[in-house]
């Protein structure tokens, strides 16, 4: 059964980088057809997409969010990585990692979720 | 952008009743819409994916409907378990997703 477990610092200080792994288990980040995303979502508040990689590599970002963003995939470690450049309070969120089949545009397997806590 | 507007915001529900969801998007997203169930301190859950698909697992009770802007998502017997809130998310410009604000049930 595939999972998802997050992973990274549970606080970063502001201006600096957010940067967050998600270990996928019980398959392969390889496995055609499928996208591996990024979701935060503030403190009583609602979901976020952030990015998604395809399996072919190809990334996608939410064009709104404000900080530079990258993901990328390590197939060796069956691993994916959100890194969120030059972070304020604003950022302070539960980040979910998520599995998301092309045929369902939408994520069908989730991490737990990480919260991270952006403060000097 | 395509913005997803959920109404309501709230409701306040009693075990056994028939709930509906609206999700309104800003554009025509032909069916392209997906339904999530979120606990407290827990990710969210896929229920129902291309407005009326029901995701492998989920309770019958659980039924999506619409195409175009206009979307529900309809509980047809309220359990214990159903509250919760729920997200729309559309993804016509997929992967390029984004959510509603969500609707969160209570316990009337």
């Known amino acids: 059964q595939l999972q998802l477990q997050e992973s990274g610092p549970g606080l970063v200080k502001p201006s600096e980088t957010l940067s967050l792994i998600c270990t996928v288990s019980?398959?392969?980040?390889?496995?055609?057809?499928?996208?591996w995303g990024w979701i935060r979502q503030p403190p009583g508040k609602g979901l976020e997409w952030i990015g998604s990689?395809?399996?072919?590599?190809?990334?996608y970002y939410n064009p709104s969010l404000k900080n530079p963003v990258t993901i990328s995939v390590d197939t060796s470690k069956n691993q994916f990585s959100l890194k969120l450049t030059s972070v304020t309070a604003a950022d302070t969120a539960m980040f979910y990692c998520?599995?998301?089949?092309?045929?369902?545009?939408?994520?069908?397997?989730w991490g737990q979720g990480t919260m991270v806590t952006v403060s000097s | 952008d395509i913005q997803m507007t959920q109404s309501p915001s709230s409701l306040s529900v009693s075990v056994g009743d028939r709930v509906t969801i609206t999700c309104r998007a800003s554009?025509?997203?032909?069916?392209?819409l997906n339904w999530y169930q979120q606990k407290p301190g827990k990710a969210p859950k896929l229920l129902i994916y291309?407005?009326?698909s029901l995701q492998s697992g989920v309770p019958s009770r659980f039924s999506g409907s619409g195409s175009g802007t206009d979307f529900t998502l309809t509980i047809s017997s309220l359990q214990p378990e159903d509250f919760a809130t729920y997200y729309c998310?559309?993804?016509?410009?997929?992967?390029?997703?984004?959510f509603g604000q969500g609707t969160k049930l209570e316990i009337k």
């Open positions: 554009q025509s997203i032909s069916s392209y």
């Open positions: 990689i395809y399996y072919s590599g190809n990334t």
């Open positions: 291309a407005a009326s």
């Open positions: 998310q559309q993804s016509y410009s997929t992967p390029m997703y984004t």
């Open positions: 998520a599995r998301g089949p092309a045929r369902i545009r939408g994520f069908d397997i």
């Open positions: 019980g398959g392969s980040i390889s496995s055609s057809g499928y996208y």
